[in-house]
């Protein structure tokens, strides 16, 4: 067999002929020549012609410390001498468990147990079918509904698509999802309702406690990104709305799910964007950052009491029947340690907050005042430029004219890679990024923005 790597043409080639990509209409893709990654290296992502590019939305909001940190490395690599994988059905592993304990002890109070599985999207329809199964197990099978936001977004499995419903993604699956009840969240319909901050809060928070005088009694679980809607496009929402889901759930005597899958690991600023508001979910969904972007793993956090209701004897059949063949992976887990002792070493967190001042300062001065940009919305360093045809009414461009993917294509010829979300342009540097690289990546976003906006 031939190891060595196929040419430039060749890849292409085959990619074209071969691969069918997430998210993407192909005949877009089909139609031009696609970046081939050959490497990694810190933050930056190596083409396999040996150009370099910063990797400005961390690979997919996945990745934390940067490609080929040292740390993360070894670890992998002394897990693989050992053993790549085996089953946690039946056998328990070493780095799952000291992996597990560790989740627990970061995570907020209450959460003290861990289900593993290995996309984000699993890690929220472990969580929902817990819950749904809970109130079946506490003698309340009248518990059925689940609550979510408004262009919420959960991953794409049909569990996950039900609670996270686009219009524009999932209109074709319809009638495969289950229903849920939406609240609006204060954020952007406070733009189309032209209220201010505090209106949209308010008028959010009626509606809630309106929609649980009405169904509390049958909600299973509220589900919510916390603080920040990513894939909706950066929505976010103030530490008042997350306390107030909180205390309403408490009170109708439902559960809380958070959905950290994006937020988690140190995106905000906090290991935990439900830090910010000081809450504790009954359920916390991780994914993405959790193994600082090397592999493929989630966890679903739960509660002692929703652990213990699925305590009894087995002929009572009240067991979780769920699992997937790589719950658990070693490899996954030993790397996730090392992020996590990486976070310690290197006091992460508290870099993340100098960072994200300095994004927030480069981008009031130089993203800001531009014609076309109608919003800017950050917490850490998660950021969403939000462009707008006409900047008064918030008129949006047409879908058409492709204006996030056309900024983000722009910053490519200075060696930046972006992807929007629509007309919103993401900025998510892994947490490793330097000063220099934040203020490289604002610049070339803005003229970006000048020029093609
Ligand atoms: C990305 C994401 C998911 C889905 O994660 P996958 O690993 O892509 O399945 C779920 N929830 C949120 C908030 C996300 O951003």
Redesign the pocket.
């Known amino acids: 067999m031939d190891r060595r790597t196929p040419s430039r043409q060749q890849l292409i080639e085959w990619d074209h002929s071969f691969l069918w990509h997430p998210f993407t209409q192909m005949r877009d893709w089909l139609a031009e020549e696609p970046l081939v990654i050959a490497r990694g290296e810190g933050n930056y992502l190596v083409d396999v012609d040996g150009r370099r590019y910063l990797d400005g939305v961390s690979s997919l909001?996945c990745n934390v410390h940067g490609h080929r940190h040292p740390d993360l490395d070894v670890a992998l690599r002394e897990q693989a001498e050992r053993i790549a994988h085996s089953t946690l059905l039946g056998l328990a592993s070493v780095p799952s468990i000291e992996l597990a304990r560790q989740l627990v002890d970061l995570a907020p109070a209450g959460l003290t147990r861990v289900f593993y599985s290995d996309?984000?999207?699993?890690?929220?329809e472990i969580a929902l079918k817990l819950a749904f199964q809970y109130w079946q197990l506490r003698g309340e099978p009248r518990r059925q509904k689940f609550v979510s936001l408004t262009e919420a977004?959960?991953?794409?499995t049909i569990g996950?698509v039900s609670v996270?419903y686009s219009e524009a993604f999932h209109r074709w699956y319809q009638p495969l999802l289950f229903e849920a009840i939406k609240l609006d969240p204060p954020h952007v319909f406070r733009w189309q309702r032209g209220l201010d901050a505090a209106a949209a809060l308010d008028a959010a928070l009626k509606q809630a406690e309106e929609v649980f005088a009405r169904h509390g009694a049958e909600v299973a679980a509220a589900i919510v990104?916390p603080l920040m809607q990513?894939?909706a496009g950066m929505w976010d929402h103030p530490p008042e709305y997350l306390r107030a889901l909180r205390d309403l759930t408490r009170r109708h005597g439902t559960l809380l799910i958070c959905?950290?899958?994006?937020?988690g690991f140190g995106r905000t600023g906090r290991m935990f964007a439900v830090e910010h508001a000081d809450v504790g979910p009954d359920l916390l969904?991780l994914?993405?950052g959790i193994t600082g972007g090397y592999m493929?793993l989630?966890a679903t956090l739960a509660s002692e009491e929703i652990f213990q209701a699925f305590l009894a004897p087995y002929e009572d059949f009240r067991t979780f029947f769920h699992g997937h063949t790589y719950t658990g992976n070693a490899l996954a887990c030993a790397v996730a340690c090392a992020s996590l002792r990486v976070f310690e070493r290197e006091g992460v967190l508290a870099r993340v907050d100098q960072r994200a001042a300095r994004l927030s300062a480069l981008l009031q001065e130089r993203v800001a005042p531009l014609a076309h940009v109608g919003d800017i919305r950050q917490l850490g360093l998660m950021t969403g430029i939000e462009l707008v045809r006409e900047r008064d009414g918030r008129v949006p461009y047409p879908t058409s004219e492709r204006i996030g993917a056309r900024v983000c294509r722009a910053v490519r010829d200075d060696d930046i890679i972006l992807r929007p979300l629509g007309p919103v342009v993401i900025l998510m540097p892994p947490l490793s990024v330097t000063d220099a690289e934040i203020e490289h990546l604002v610049d070339s976003v803005a003229r970006a923005i000048a020029r093609h906006a």
């Open positions: 909001w996309a984000g999207a699993t890690a929220v977004y959960h991953g794409d996950a996270g990104e990513g894939a959905d950290e899958v994006a937020v969904c994914g993405k493929p989630a």
